[in-house]
């Protein structure tokens, strides 16, 4: 029975423990001035947002955030104005309060994804990337990625409903995500591709196909280019359909 007591008045004190604790930290919340911003972010994320620009543009979504009580601070506002950048997958902000020497301080925890592009499309007037959702992120000179570029003819329609698709087909086949570094299309709307080894063009003709296609090759790879053929073909054609025709140097 006095171990039952004991049991029992050790848990109310751990009851009483935490409710004072919780209002203790709602009170000093509610005092504590944020004095610094902090942002963090995965240093291998291939496309990365300068910190300092991002701090700027936090103190723009609220420009009295360093003079606020952390209770003041609405985090959502600045998790939505991060958020518009198109580099920005997504935004959570932090309130939190440190322990420096005995006495607290208010630190703004920014944590970012950022988007993963695929894709790099470069044309006479536009240069941009690509990222798995067809979102499209400027191209910058702060950051450089090494991905699939396509040039020539191709719209910003062509490019998410056409290429992306063949994209992510490529990326997820090991071989052919090894073996094609570039894509060219041109005015009528053929797809070529320049592969890594073999010193020839694989032209695509319509990509809607493209599973089907690549099939072929690979099978023409096996029979034809595989007996230390590779450097005897200027071009292989997949235009038409299920035929290989390919044209030596």
Request: glycine share 4%; proline share 2%; hydrophobic share 45%.
């Given at each position: 029975m006095v171990r039952k007591l004991l049991n029992l008045t050790g848990f109310l004190v751990l009851i009483i423990f935490i409710v004072?604790?919780?209002?203790?930290?709602?009170?000093?919340?509610?005092?504590?001035?944020?004095?610094?911003?902090?942002?963090?972010f995965n240093?291998?994320?291939?496309?990365?947002?300068?910190?300092?620009?991002?701090?700027?543009?936090?103190?723009?979504?609220?420009?009295?955030?360093?003079?606020?009580?952390?209770?003041?601070?609405?985090?959502?506002?600045?998790?939505?104005?991060?958020?518009?950048?198109?580099?920005?997958?997504?935004?959570?902000?932090?309130?939190?309060?440190?322990?420096?020497?005995?006495?607290?301080?208010?630190?703004?925890?920014?944590k970012v994804k950022h988007r993963e592009p695929v894709l790099r499309v470069i044309t006479s007037s536009a240069s941009y990337y690509l990222d798995k959702f067809g979102m499209k992120i400027p191209a910058s000179t702060n950051y450089a990625t090494n991905v699939m570029v396509a040039t020539g003819s191709v719209s910003e329609t062509f490019a998410v409903e056409q290429l992306l698709p063949f994209i992510l087909y490529v990326e997820d086949n090991d071989f052919w995500k090894a073996q094609i570094q570039q894509i060219y299309v041109d005015n009528d709307g053929d797809v070529l591709l320049s592969p890594l080894v073999g010193g020839h063009i694989i032209e695509l003709g319509d990509i809607t196909n493209y599973r089907w296609k690549l099939h072929i090759m690979s099978a023409f790879y096996k029979q034809v280019l595989a007996k230390n053929n590779w450097d005897k073909y200027e071009m292989v054609s997949l235009k038409y359909n299920n035929q290989v025709v390919a044209k030596r140097k």
């Amino acid at each position: 029975m006095v171990r039952k007591l004991l049991n029992l008045t050790g848990f109310l004190v751990l009851i009483i423990f935490i409710v004072g604790t919780l209002a203790f930290t709602s009170i000093e919340s509610k005092n504590i001035i944020c004095t610094d911003i902090q942002v963090v972010f995965n240093k291998n994320d291939v496309i990365n947002i300068d910190k300092e620009r991002l701090v700027r543009l936090v103190k723009s979504a609220d420009n009295k955030v360093l003079s606020k009580t952390l209770s003041e601070i609405n985090a959502e506002i600045i998790e939505e104005e991060i958020e518009k950048l198109p580099a920005i997958l997504k935004a959570d902000v932090y309130k939190l309060m440190v322990n420096e020497n005995g006495a607290y301080k208010g630190t703004l925890v920014v944590k970012v994804k950022h988007r993963e592009p695929v894709l790099r499309v470069i044309t006479s007037s536009a240069s941009y990337y690509l990222d798995k959702f067809g979102m499209k992120i400027p191209a910058s000179t702060n950051y450089a990625t090494n991905v699939m570029v396509a040039t020539g003819s191709v719209s910003e329609t062509f490019a998410v409903e056409q290429l992306l698709p063949f994209i992510l087909y490529v990326e997820d086949n090991d071989f052919w995500k090894a073996q094609i570094q570039q894509i060219y299309v041109d005015n009528d709307g053929d797809v070529l591709l320049s592969p890594l080894v073999g010193g020839h063009i694989i032209e695509l003709g319509d990509i809607t196909n493209y599973r089907w296609k690549l099939h072929i090759m690979s099978a023409f790879y096996k029979q034809v280019l595989a007996k230390n053929n590779w450097d005897k073909y200027e071009m292989v054609s997949l235009k038409y359909n299920n035929q290989v025709v390919a044209k030596r140097k």
